[in-house]
């Protein structure tokens, strides 16, 4: 089997890059927990479908009708014109010029996106970016008013790799993702 070349994304500024990969990591370690949340499947109460995969050895995608889906190894969300894909590993963004919904449950049936490749896909890979980053926070803001912000820091603190992001709580999981979100990382 030969191998996939590496594709490369649309690389956000450093700052971003290492505030969103922490951010992501953290963020996609809640998105499982709160499947198996002691409060019932909290990604099917906030209204994502999910899609399990006809292959057991995958996990399950999940759909928003908001246009963005989650999947354990990352991020989608197709809008008007266009597509956007985050990778969990590589906090890069990798655009598509339709606003498909892919149908799949491996990273390897991903269709063909890549960085944006003008002036014009950027400013629409950014606005993808932004209105994903803005999705998590509406998403988070809802976690914590229904199940509590002690429910998310408990997720938070869960993380097998806390000792890293002890810095990060659930109330900053809301700030770092807007403060991420317009592709500039402001320091508070």
Same mark, same amino acid.
Request: aromatic share 12%; charged share 15%; glycine share 8%.
């Given at each position: ?7 490369? +994304?649309?690389?956000?500024? /450093? +700052?971003?890059?290492? #505030? !969103? /990969? ?8 809640? =998105? ?7 409060? !019932? ?5 906030? !209204? =994502? ?8 050895? =995958? ?8 246009? &963005?889906?989650? &999947? ?8 008007? !014109?266009?597509?956007?894909?985050? $990778? ?5 963004? =990798? ?17 063909? #996106? ?5 002036? /014009? ?9 932004? /209105? ?26 869960? %993380? $097998? ?25 402001? %320091?508070?």
């Amino acid at each position: 089997m030969a191998s996939k070349k590496k594709q490369v +994304g649309y690389a956000l500024p /450093a +700052g971003v890059r290492k #505030v !969103g /990969a922490m951010l992501l990591d953290v963020q996609m370690w809640c =998105f499982g927990r709160d499947v198996v949340s002691k409060h !019932g499947n909290l990604l099917l109460e906030y !209204g =994502f479908r999910k899609q399990p995969s006809p292959d057991g050895r =995958f996990h399950s995608l999940y759909q928003h009708d908001s246009g &963005w889906q989650l &999947w354990s190894w990352g991020l989608w969300i197709g809008q008007t !014109g266009g597509s956007l894909y985050l $990778p969990r590993q590589r906090f890069e963004l =990798f655009y598509m010029p339709c606003a498909a919904q892919p149908l799949i449950w491996q990273p390897d049936d991903l269709p063909h #996106v890549q960085a944006p490749c003008d002036a /014009a896909e950027v400013a629409h890979a950014l606005a993808l970016y932004n /209105a994903l980053c803005s999705a998590i926070v509406a998403y988070e803001r809802w976690v914590q008013s229904v199940v509590g912000v002690a429910h998310r820091q408990q997720t938070i603190e869960q %993380h $097998p790799s806390y000792r890293h992001y002890r810095h990060l709580n659930a109330e900053s999981l809301i700030c770092q993702w807007q403060s991420i979100s317009s592709g500039e990382h402001h %320091h508070a």
